[in-house]
């Protein structure tokens, strides 16, 4: 099997492209044929030198053919808010882009000066496959988009808040820079640290004493303070927090080694404590960058928003102007074009064609609709083009409001508490009381000093090490081999939530169904004269109906001959007639006749995605109760039922949204698959929704884990992995619990010197540490 | 052994110096896009002018 | 490029890169790496038959031995890494180099110090510190040269156009500030003559700072640099990214802030104090982390073009090189565990380890670096893979011969070192013994040097015939944006009123501040050095001086060691544990780090003058089988009696107490204790003329070593 020269992806059906008879390819589409045409005749051809050499970065899909004007982008009020000024005062936009993939990309992007006019500078960030574009008073960024899109990235602008980037980017830094500190500190405190335990002499014993509090007094302040902070703010909402032991260690060791230093005792734990903050704070870098990683993939809100529409001018509709849909006010014109998501709730003012209102109702039929009906945003206009006259835009849409219940549904989640956190907050009660009872004790027994000494030593010892570093780690690699897999989990709690699920709920079309009908089977009674693909093909020819949409689709392969037609009529939702050599031909209410006879009829449906049976299965032997909710009618999900041998409460049919998420809501422990609007509210209100590939904005923002590949193949592999993850962590914090009561122990029976306790620490986080990097068995043959 | 003493400073020093350096790097945001420097650096003879002549009289 | 609309064309810089220095230094790599390995190949014949030594004494081991490391690490490793870091700097930052004039002094500068250290140590003109033998007007030069290619390079980065500094080159600031400090703060040394000088520190500082610095040499010389040599040629040979960039800043900064530290792992079971000791044993173990972090990430940045490592000679030998870099920093941390290093200290497992390294990692990689470049520099194609891959074999079996025999001699050796009998004794007590039984382990290691060699001269061939099928050609010219014109990230502040100058202001300050302190310290520290005396000790006679300064000229200090370890087998061997109060006269220290022969710590008084005196003539005469070189010339040549009173002088400044008498009488008492001696080798049948040749006041060293405090009651 052949590679595409553009793309890399298996060419099935090869497209070439001959020019001077030197034959080139071969290409997987025409998409990306003509790209590669483009960029050579640009005389970038180095491109593809670069490409042949250099690593695929990220998997990317074959290239689309679509016009796009860009020209909102030129819009003054879009620039407004979106393009900022660089540090050369010119006009600056960040684009993410479709389909970064290689080093070959960053080579090109950044070359754009060199052959898009008025760009003065691009850069490329890979990592988020965001370019920053800058142009000269020249340049125009729709140009800029058009080219970006005419070499087979696909633009779409970005709404940089500065003020929130700049902030994230300064939390970064100051992050890296805390992990630096620390880690320098922890380093050079070693040095001294080590040398005292090796018994460096008496005449040193001060020195490099004091040299590492010296050395740790940063890292307690500056470098802790996230942890202050976070166990702050838990006390004040009154709840137990994993920081509140570790920021008590930090101060106590603090406190307690500069009172040692006071008093001249060589003492303190510095080198533990310091090494700790340092190893916290990497773990949970780590953590945040790999979730952000995921965050930018699956932020994709503006693929929606980014169609731009054409407003029309009331008097005129010739007169089109495109625009942004954010800018879309009522009373507004707009020409939609088939195949366009209708972008706001208006009425029809001309034209007729047929909506497919899957995405927002689940419905998988057709609706038919002329002027003056009333549309709503968020379905898809399948043929004719349409003019419509805007009622309500953005907020106010119905889109709009589900959008709202969305946003409220975060809220409503049931909150399942995770281990983590219960075990963490009867660990810290369990520390707090113990290191009391000891303090009291040694009181009594022996006096103030060797008491106070005791205490603080505990809660050092028993810093939880283990649960803060282990557990994150664990998610840390768990969600980045997800990620490889196409899986991108918002965030770690999902991942033992979906380990407890008992029951899933899938949605029919789109996750289960391919939402695009097809004939599934065509009964032929009698030989027509003519081929009966000739028929079907001359008679649809003109025809935007989607039946004939479907019918074309499925004789297309044994391309019919074209023949002339006479008296060619369409009754709008009855069918089209015509007459072929003589022979007059209906195609009406899913019948073929020849003069007046039945020759053939065929059934049209909603295509079963190939995986789905086999994927069902495999959720099942994960133990799941399976049910499918729908929006659709009833027929229709029973056929789809049948065929994949589900039982009678299997499946719930013609569910409105809000009744999708009750039904959820009265199930703990639930997993919701869906794509549609009309399934946002009940991904919302799962304890874990499911956004499959294709997904709309508004499900995507709802879910909590999105599928990078069509259908539900991943999600039973997305089960095991999240459970065999839990069993890591759940094993991290046994071995953990064991050191802190060894630890607990020695400090009872008064046996921890600053040694044992440095040796105890590290060799605890340790254990836990390459317990999570062996993982489990599964786990590793899973991430291979 | 005093040449600890002398040592110690001496490391202290280098230890400034490039924490300095990592300071100072971090601020500047050396590091605030960790990805595509690594590709970037692959694309270093791709800048080369094809014909040279045009620009001699600017080196 | 077709030409563009862009307003800022203007902006749009151009320049070339200077690839003629590159040249010269590939050139200067290739010449000088054929010397260091001829040289490791003579001496390794040397041990396995003393009749290589030739008889002369330019030619003997001890001469040749500094030679070969010098010539190894700063002629061949210094010559590719000027090169590598001078192509790749260039390209990441998008600038020619800062100024072509510098470069040359750099390069010129470069060469004439390594020539003038072949002019000098043969010569036995050497300071007698490992790796550090030579001469304080020689570091002088290195010192000035290295401050020109620290302003070239800082002075590119300022002029760069690529704002991101990539990691390679932070491995190479790492190598030029470090190594500045290194050598400054070990070559300090206060100068008797022309070629000759006193080390500033004396014992156990002498030792802890020599081996701070030898490891960091090491570290910083053969490891960092190569280092971000790696970070730059694996991912453009590959055409891949490095497997993890973010791994590979981790990796720099962590190496940084360990590796200053693990130098004392070269000292265990000296004088050091202990913690000191565990100290450097902790952070060389430590070390391991980070330094397979690197190789795991330059091997991972090879995924998925194996097929290429297969073919390519340049990845080939990268490939090996990084598979022998983590082998040798797995075994170094081992062998800085105490236990180990009780067995493996001063046996041939060392040099083996060292080997591994530099054959292994430094020479293989160089190899991949030089077969990258060479192509490049002179618009051509590798002459003859298949030649390469010769190559590659030759050295690989090259090296594993190398590493095996140095395994099993070390080992053996250490097993018969220590080997003691039911009643206590030792089973070999004749140190003798233990070195006819390595013999033919010193033939395999030399049969090995000589695998490496030849592949090292097909490595010559092949790259001389590709350089010839190629042609220099006039320079491209590239174009890129002024550093400002390319950053147009919200709130990026433009840069050069930042950085630039600062910078290497910055850089060079750090320098003048670190040689102030050790200006302004060591003083103190040396007025405090006698606390730890001992009233038996007492400084050096005149003669002894002389004697000592003969002992360092034929690099004695290379096969015999001065510090008996506290270990029963070596107390039994040698007598007394050494302490450290023994040493605080010795400048420089001469404990050395192989026992090619005995330790010499408690040699004074062992043998009568007359056995020296025929030791000398010729080692079989006492020891049958001794693989010592003869050192005739030392019956011939006179002492120089003129020079005692400088370098008594000297050695009152630093701290010994000589009165003034002591120093005006020098010569008259030198020439009395060489009476006493010769008194007693004419009673044992030896010619009168003796009395003003080099063996006496040797023989007067010799006898003196260790006596004061092995002789005397004292216990520790």
């Given amino acids: 099997m052949s590679a595409c020269i553009h793309c890399d992806q298996e060419v099935i059906h090869a497209h070439y492209h001959s020019e001077d008879g030197r034959e080139c390819g071969p290409f997987c589409c025409q998409g990306c044929l003509t790209v590669f045409n483009v960029i050579n005749f640009k005389g970038l051809s180095e491109y593809y030198e670069i490409k042949k050499n250099v690593e695929l970065f990220k998997k990317r899909a074959p290239v689309e053919l679509r016009s796009n004007h860009y020209s909102y982008l030129d819009d003054v009020d879009f620039l407004n808010e979106y393009a900022h000024k660089n540090l050369h005062n010119e006009l600056t936009m960040e684009f993410y882009l479709e389909g970064i993939h290689c080093a070959a990309c960053l080579w090109i992007i950044e070359k754009l000066p060199t052959f898009v006019n008025g760009v003065s500078a691009s850069k490329l960030n890979m990592g988020r496959s965001v370019a920053t574009v800058s142009i000269s008073n020249l340049g125009k960024f729709s140009d800029v988009a058009r080219e970006l899109d005419n070499i087979g990235y696909r633009p779409h602008p970005l709404k940089v808040n500065q003020s929130t980037k700049d902030l994230k980017i300064k939390e970064e830094r100051s992050m890296l820079l805390k992990i630096g500190i620390a880690g320098a500190a922890a380093g050079n405190i070693m040095l001294y640290a080590v040398s005292l335990y090796a018994g460096a002499g008496p005449e040193y014993e001060e020195l490099f004493n004091a040299m590492t509090v010296l050395f740790a007094l940063p890292v307690l302040t500056y470098c802790s303070y996230p942890f202050y902070r976070t166990s702050y703010l838990a006390l004040k909402n009154k709840t137990l927090s994993i920081d509140i032991p570790i920021a008590m260690s930090l101060i106590m060791g603090g406190v307690m080694g500069i009172y040692n230093m006071i008093n001249h005792v060589p003492e303190n734990y510095f080198d533990s404590l310091t090494a700790l903050v340092f190893l916290l704070l990497l773990s949970r870098y780590f953590l945040k960058t790999i979730q952000e990683k995921g965050l930018s993939t699956t932020d994709l809100h503006f693929f929606y928003q980014g169609e731009s529409v054409l407003k029309v001018d009331p008097n005129d509709f010739s007169k089109n102007q495109e625009i942004h849909p954010k800018f879309i006010k009522e009373q507004d014109y707009l020409r939609i074009l088939p195949n366009q998501i209708i972008p706001a709730d208006a009425v029809v003012v001309s034209g007729e064609s047929y909506l497919n209102n899957s995405l927002l109702t689940g419905e998988s039929g057709l609706q038919k609709i002329k002027a003056n009906d009333h549309v709503f945003s968020g379905t898809m206009n399948v043929s004719g083009e349409l003019i419509i006259k805007v009622e309500k835009a953005s907020s106010e849409t119905r889109l709009g409001k589900i959008l709202k219940n969305v946003e409220n549904g975060w809220g409503q989640k049931a909150q399942i508490i995770d281990i983590t956190n219960l075990i963490s907050k009867y660990f810290v009660a369990a520390v707090f009381t113990l290191s009391f009872i000891l303090y009291f004790w040694t009181l009594r027994h022996h006096g103030q000093k060797e008491a106070l000494e005791l205490a603080l030593t505990l809660l050092i010892v028993t810093c939880p090490c283990a649960l803060a570093i282990a557990t994150p780690l664990t998610f840390i690699r768990t969600l980045s081999k997800s990620a490889q897999k196409g899986i991108i989990i918002k965030d770690d709690a999902v991942v033992e939530k979906l380990s407890k699920a008992k029951y899933i709920y899938i949605d029919k079309t789109g996750t289960i169904t391919q939402n695009q009908l097809v004939v599934d089977q065509m009964n032929i009674y009698h030989q027509t004269q003519v081929t009966l693909e000739a028929v079907i093909y001359n008679l649809e020819k003109h025809s935007l109906h989607p039946v004939a949409m479907c019918l074309k689709e499925c004789v297309k392969i044994s391309n019919p001959e074209v023949m002339n037609v006479e008296d060619a009529k369409e009754i709008s939702g009855v069918g089209v007639s015509g007459i072929i050599n003589g022979h007059f031909y209906e195609i009406k209410n899913y019948g073929i006749y020849e003069d007046h006879k039945l020759m053939a009829d065929f059934h049209i449906q909603d295509a079963l995605r190939t995986d789905a049976k086999a994927s069902l299965d495999a959720l099942r032997l994960q133990g799941l109760k399976i049910q499918i909710l729908s929006g659709d009618k009833k027929e229709n999900v029973q056929a789809i039922a049948l065929e994949l041998g589900l039982n009678e409460n299997e499946y719930q049919a013609e569910l409105s949204p809000e009744k999708k998420s009750q039904i959820i809501k009265s199930t703990p422990q639930s997993i919701m698959v869906g794509d549609g609007a009309n399934d946002a509210i009940a991904l919302a209100s799962a304890d874990t929704g499911i956004a499959v590939f294709g997904a709309m904005d508004i499900s995507l923002r709802a879910a909590d884990v999105y599928m990078n590949y069509p259908g539900l193949s991943n999600v039973a592999e997305l089960m095991t992995i999240s459970k065999e993850t839990m069993k890591v962590i759940r094993r991290n914090l046994v071995l953990s619990l064991c050191y802190n009561s060894i630890s607990v122990l020695l400090a009872y029976t008064g046996h921890i010197s600053p040694l044992t306790a440095a040796i105890v620490m590290p060799v605890s986080s340790l254990t836990v540490l390459i317990s999570t990097l062996i993982g489990t068995k599964t786990l590793r043959g899973l991430w291979k | ?59 | 490029m077709n030409a563009h609309a862009s307003t800022r064309t203007g902006k749009l810089e151009y320049f070339s890169y200077d690839d003629q220095i590159v040249r010269l230094f590939v050139i200067a790599t290739v010449i000088w790496g054929a010397v260091a390995l001829l040289l490791g190949v003579t001496i390794a014949f040397q041990l396995a038959d003393w009749h290589v030594n030739l008889g002369l004494q330019w030619t003997t081991f001890g001469r040749l031995r500094p030679l070969h490391t010098n010539a190894a690490i700063f002629a061949f490793c210094g010559n590719a890494i000027f090169a590598g870091i001078y192509y790749s700097h260039q390209r990441l930052l998008k600038a020619r180099l800062f100024n072509d004039t510098l470069s040359k002094i750099h390069f010129w500068g470069w060469q004439l110090i390594i020539v003038s250290a072949a002019l000098t140590l043969p010569f036995g003109i050497t300071t007698g510190k490992e790796y550090a033998e030579l001469e304080w007007p020689i570091d002088i030069a290195i010192t000035v040269i290295w401050v020109v290619f620290a302003v070239n390079f800082f002075g590119t980065i300022i002029r760069r156009r690529e704002r991101h500094i990539y990691v390679a080159i932070w491995f190479y600031i790492a190598t030029i500030i470090t190594v500045a400090v290194l050598h400054i703060i070990n070559s300090l040394e206060i100068p008797v003559s022309i070629g000759k000088s006193y080390s500033l520190y004396a014992g156990v500082q002498d030792a802890l700072v020599q081996w701070w610095y030898g490891h960091n040499a090491v570290a910083f010389f053969l490891t960092t640099p190569f280092l971000g040599l790696m970070y730059y040629f694996v991912p453009k040979a590959a055409n891949r990214p490095v497997y993890s960039y973010r791994l590979s800043i981790i990796h720099f900064w962590s190496l940084v802030f360990i590796y200053i530290w693990a130098g004392p792992h070269h000292l265990l079971y000296t004088t050091l104090p202990e913690w000191a000791q565990t100290l450097g044993m902790v952070f060389s173990v430590a070390l391991w982390a980070p330094s397979w972090g690197g190789m795991i990430n330059g091997l991972l940045t090879l995924r998925g073009v194996w097929d290429k490592v297969r073919t390519d000679p340049v990845l080939k030998f990268m490939a090996l090189a990084l598979t022998f870099y983590g082998m040798s920093t797995f075994e170094g941390p081992l062998l800085s565990i105490k236990s180990v290093n009780s067995i493996a200290h001063f046996t041939d497992w060392i040099p083996g380890h060292v080997h591994a390294g530099t054959i292994g990692w430094n020479y293989l990689l160089t190899a991949g670096v030089l077969y990258f470049l060479v192509p490049r520099l002179w618009n051509t194609q590798i002459y003859s893979k298949a030649l390469a891959t010769v190559q590659f074999w030759t050295a690989t079996i090259g090296i594993i011969l190398y590493i095996v025999s140095m395994w099993i001699a070390g080992i053996s050796q250490s097993l018969m070192w220590r080997a003691i009998d039911a009643s206590g004794k030792l089973v070999y007590p004749n140190f003798i013994e233990s070195v006819v039984k390595i013999v033919p382990m010193y033939w395999v290691r030399a049969i090995g040097g000589t695998f490496v060699l030849v592949s090292f001269i097909i490595m010559i061939y092949n790259l001389y015939k590709t350089a010839k099928s190629g042609n220099v050609g006039k320079e491209e010219v590239y174009e890129a944006y002024a550093l400002d014109e390319s950053s147009i990230e919200h709130g990026a502040q433009p840069h050069r009123k930042l950085e630039g100058w600062p910078m290497i202001f910055a850089v060079l300050s750090l320098i003048a501040i670190l040689v102030g302190t050790a200006i302004e310290i060591v003083p103190a520290v040396m007025s405090k050095q006698y606390i730890t005396k001992m009233d038996v000790v007492k400084p050096y006679t005149p003669l002894e001086i002389l004697g000592r300064d003969i002992y360092i000229r034929e690099g004695c200090y290379l096969c015999h060691s001065q510090t008996v370890r506290p270990m029963t087998h070596e107390v039994l061997r040698y007598g007394k544990a050494s302490e450290a109060a023994e040493f605080v006269y010795d400048h420089p220290f001469q404990w050395g780090s192989k026992r090619t022969g005995p330790d010499l710590a408690r040699v004074g008084g062992k043998y009568p003058h007359m056995w020296h005196y025929r030791h000398m003539w010729d080692p079989r005469e006492v020891t049958p089988g001794s693989i010592m070189p003869r050192y005739t010339w030392l019956f011939t040549q006179k002492i120089d009696y003129g020079s005692l009173p400088k370098k008594m002088q000297v050695m009152q400044t630093l701290g010994v107490p000589y009165s003034k008498e002591d120093i005006d009488s020098s010569v008259a008492n030198a020439q009395a204790q060489a009476e006493e001696i010769r008194t007693n080798l004419v009673e044992a049948g030896v010619p009168q003329e003796v009395i003003n040749k080099e063996i006496v006041p040797l023989i007067a060293y010799l006898q003196r070593i260790g006596v004061d405090y092995g002789k005397s009651e004292v216990t520790p």
């Fill in chain 2, 1 to 59: 052994m005093e040449i600890i003493v002398f040592l110690i400073p001496l490391a202290l020093i280098l230890g400034a110096f490039f924490v300095g350096c990592f300071i100072w790097m971090t601020k500047k945001g050396q590091y605030d896009d960790l990805e595509t420097p690594g590709h970037r650096m692959l694309l270093d003879e791709h800048n080369k002018v094809i014909n040279n002549n045009t620009h001699k009289g600017e080196l």
